[in-house]
Each structure stands twice: as C-alpha cells, then as structure tokens.
C-alpha cells in the first residue's frame, strides 16, 4: 500500500495552527492596526533600522521564517480541504497548488532573509 | 452515452442552515485572513530589503483604511481561529495525567488561551520597548 503524504501536512498544519493560535492575533493587531494608526504603539517601533537589525539577527531570522512558513502551511491546509465544502471538489492539481504556493513562501522568505544580510 | 438524470441533494448555502456550521466556516475562513496577512508580511520582508524608502512604503500602505479594515476582519476571525484552537486541545493534546488521573477540559482550555494572553503581552512588550 502507497503510503500515506497525509501526516507531513497535517504535522505543518497542527504546527502553524498552533504558532497562529499563540501570536497571530497580536502580530495583527500591532503591524495592521496599532502601528499604522499609531494608537499604543510609538512610530519608531517598527522603524527601519530596527526592523532591519531584527531580520539580521539568527533569532529574529528564524523567528520570521517560522511564522511566514508555519503560518502559510497552516492556512493552505485549511484551504485545501475547505475547497470540498464550498462545492469545489478539488484534485491533485489543487493539493500541488497549495502546497506548492506555501513551499514557495518558504522558499522566498528563506532567500529574503538572506539577502537581507547579517 | 445519455448522462442518468439521478437526484443529487443540492448542498448550495448548506451551512448557513445550523449555526454550528456557520462558526466552522467563520473558523475555515479564518485561513483566508491569515494566508493574505501572511503575504503582507512577506512583501513587508521584500520591501524590507530593498531598502528605507520602500520599508516606509509599506508602511504607508498599511495606514490605507482599506487595509485597516482588513486587520480588523483578520483580527476577529484569526482570533476566533485561536479560541477554537484552545477549545478543541483537550481533544488533540497528549493524554496527560496527573495522579491517573486526566487534566481537566476547562483547564487545557484555559491554560492555552492563557498561552495566548502571555504570548501576546511579551510580543508586545519586544516590539515597543526592547
């Protein structure tokens, strides 16, 4: 029996599930709503420099890579499989799109954050 | 060859009949909001290394209405993501048992959305002042 892809996605998916669910509302909230409007959060929080230190460092790098990736993973997932429920019964041409759009945010993320230097 | 005219139960607004089934879709759609704030953040990453003057861009581009309207619908329907998260974990987590016997529902539940409260504060906390 061919096995099964099955538990690679669902262990990306419970692990960017579990990332969103601890810091996606907050990370929403101050780089989309707080810092934009400047209400609780002071301008030169996500200043250039700073921001830019933080992609430099190994930690923030990987923090970055962490949430991009886990996050698209995650939210691929749900996707995918929610497609069925909206009437769209999809085939593997919808798996690889899915999962090969959140590889490639990876991938991406992986190469900005190295040419983003150190 | 004719097609077989068979009955096929049409499915069409099916989840708008229950109201178990519409917070499932709000919590599946949720993935949408955080698929396009992923991008965002990923574009943001891009601009960051094309320099100051596209890293203040972007962040123009966010100060948009538009965009604060979609943070705010991204806000409600990842946080709800995370209420169920933490709703369903006595179902996911490992079996964890303390004198034999199993944690409490309520407890799982509440030490994760906990998690999320002091996640939250300490994120908040690097971003501003550290």
Do not use: C
Request: hydrophobic letters at 55%; proline letters at 4%.
């Amino acid at each position: 029996m061919k096995r099964s892809n099955e538990p690679i996605f669902w262990s990306l998916f419970g692990a960017g599930g579990m990332l969103s669910a601890l810091v996606a509302p907050i990370l929403i909230f101050i780089t989309g709503i707080i810092a934009p409007i400047g209400l609780w959060m002071p301008e030169q929080a996500l200043a250039y420099s700073r921001v830019l230190g933080f992609a430099q460092h190994w930690l923030g790098k990987l923090l970055l890579l962490a949430v991009i990736s886990l996050f698209l993973f995650h939210a691929v997932h749900r996707i995918y499989h929610g497609l069925h429920d909206i009437g769209v019964h999809a085939g593997t041409g919808a798996m690889v799109a899915a999962y090969g759009s959140a590889l490639l945010g990876t991938l991406i993320a992986a190469y900005l954050l190295i040419s983003v230097g150190f | 060859m004719a097609r077989v005219k068979t009955y096929v139960r049409p499915m069409r607004g099916w989840w708008r009949r229950n109201p178990y089934y519409v917070r499932y879709m709000i919590r599946e759609a949720s993935s949408v909001f955080l698929a396009i704030y992923t991008v965002i953040l990923l574009v943001g990453l891009f601009r960051l290394t094309q320099g100051e003057a596209a890293w203040d861009a972007w962040r123009a581009a966010l100060a948009n209405p538009g965009s604060i309207v979609f943070h705010w619908l991204a806000l409600l329907t990842v946080g709800y993501h995370a209420y169920t998260w933490w709703k369903v974990a006595p179902k996911t987590a490992p079996d964890v048992r303390i004198a034999g016997r199993p944690l409490p529902e309520l407890v799982i539940t509440a030490g994760g959305l906990l998690a999320t409260l002091g996640t939250s504060a300490l994120v908040y906390v690097i971003v501003r002042w550290m």
